[in-house]
């Protein structure tokens, strides 16, 4: 399956612990931007949400996941209100996109400054911590 990602996960320490591999290396793997679709922050928090939107474009990448364990565990990192969806467009790309539970602020999401900020290593301890409930029955709260 042919998965774009953006946002956190195009930090290689960030998708190494969601699909607990270090079998995709991001460095390899060409951007890709894709049309009618943008990146906010989620109102309140340091990570972002895909929306629709006419005339706007995000750059990400292109991931194959052909373990269904590392599917599942994408799935739990984005979870309920990020459902995984084919793309508009695309033929055989899906991506996690926010449905309406999730509200955007009027911050663009930039990856360069998020990862260059102490957001991202903050965020680390918190995607590690959180990824460590995927086997529980109770799952945290970010």
Do not use: C
């Amino acid at each position: 399956m042919n998965i774009f990602i953006f946002g956190s996960l195009l930090s290689q320490e960030v998708l190494d612990i969601v699909i607990n591999s270090q079998a995709i290396n991001l460095e390899t793997i060409p951007s890709k931007i894709i049309n009618n679709y943008k990146a906010q922050y989620v109102l309140g928090e340091d990570y972002p949400l895909l929306m629709k939107e006419t005339g706007s474009q995000t750059i990400g990448k292109i991931i194959q996941i052909h373990d269904e364990l590392q599917l599942l565990r994408l799935k739990y990192y984005e979870g309920e209100e990020n459902p995984l969806l084919l793309l508009e467009g695309e033929e055989s790309l899906y991506a996690f996109i926010a449905d309406a539970t999730l509200e955007p602020s009027t911050r663009e999401w930039s990856f360069m400054d998020w990862y260059q900020s102490s957001k991202h290593q903050e965020f680390l301890m918190k995607v590690e911590s959180f990824m460590n409930t995927y086997n529980s029955k109770t799952k945290t709260p970010w």
